[in-house]
């Protein structure tokens, strides 16, 4: 356990700030943080940042929608969806600001004339950051609904490895968000209405098929087989 006394006129920010860095220095020559907890202190200390930006989202599916209370927050709850994988190789790209020629990102598609805000370093525009957040949990969760309203009930549960139930992986939720990459590459982001209509059929696709690394080989599927004709 580390004390740390610090000067009463410190604000709470650069207390986190300090504590968080503190915490991966001492932690950097013993027994490695787990990914989920690096990107905990991460959503402190870089709120713009892809990871952070992409926890919050996560977040906010986790609290309405199709994944409502399905992803898991705490080290503690059992039998749901955990994150860091989520965080780390689907959401990341899916939402990044960084590279200004990605052409599938939630970014390139978002209309809001004062996006390229987002990009300047140590910015402070967190009602724009919102914004962000909220537009890129709405273009995911319309195609999430889609996808569960072409899933029976028994297919939308946490895969139980004892009796092989259920379909929702990180490797389903990883390969449906490499899926809404490609719609916004192709310029094929739609309503929750027609996606249903194009996903017709998607209880028989073969999730269960694929690996849990292959989730933009899933998502290549799931776009060839609905989408491309």
Excluded at 34 to 42: A, G, H, V
Excluded at 88 to 98: F, T, V
Excluded at 169 to 183: A, D, E, P
Excluded at 190 to 205: A, E, H, V
Aim: proline share 2%; aromatic share 12%.
């Amino acid at each position: 356990m580390t004390g740390i006394l610090f000067p009463s006129s410190e604000s709470i920010q650069k207390r986190l700030n300090f504590e968080a860095n503190l915490f991966l220095e001492i932690n950097s020559n013993q027994t490695n943080a787990s990914s989920q907890l690096k990107q905990e202190i991460e959503l402190m200390l870089s709120p713009f940042s892809s990871v952070a930006i992409a926890k919050k989202i996560l977040a906010g599916l986790n609290k309405s929608g199709p994944l409502s209370n399905l992803i898991e927050q705490y080290w503690y709850e059992k039998g749901k969806i955990k994150t860091a994988s989520i965080v780390s190789y689907a959401l990341k790209p899916l939402i990044k600001i960084e590279d200004i020629k990605a052409r599938d990102s939630i970014y390139f598609i978002w209309s809001n004339k004062d996006k390229q805000k987002l990009k300047i370093r140590n910015n402070e525009e967190y009602q724009l950051l919102n914004e962000y957040i909220d537009f890129s949990i709405e273009k995911i969760r319309d195609l999430f609904i889609a996808v569960k309203d072409n899933l029976s009930h028994d297919q939308w549960q946490t895969y139980n490895s004892q009796t092989s139930q259920g379909i929702l992986t990180v490797t389903f939720i990883n390969g449906v968000l490499n899926l809404l990459r490609l719609l916004i590459e192709n310029n094929k982001v739609t309503t929750i209405d027609i996606y249903r209509k194009q996903l017709k059929g998607i209880k028989d696709f073969k999730f269960k098929s694929f690996k849990s690394s292959q989730y933009r080989k899933m998502g290549e599927s799931l776009y060839n087989t609905y989408f491309a004709v």
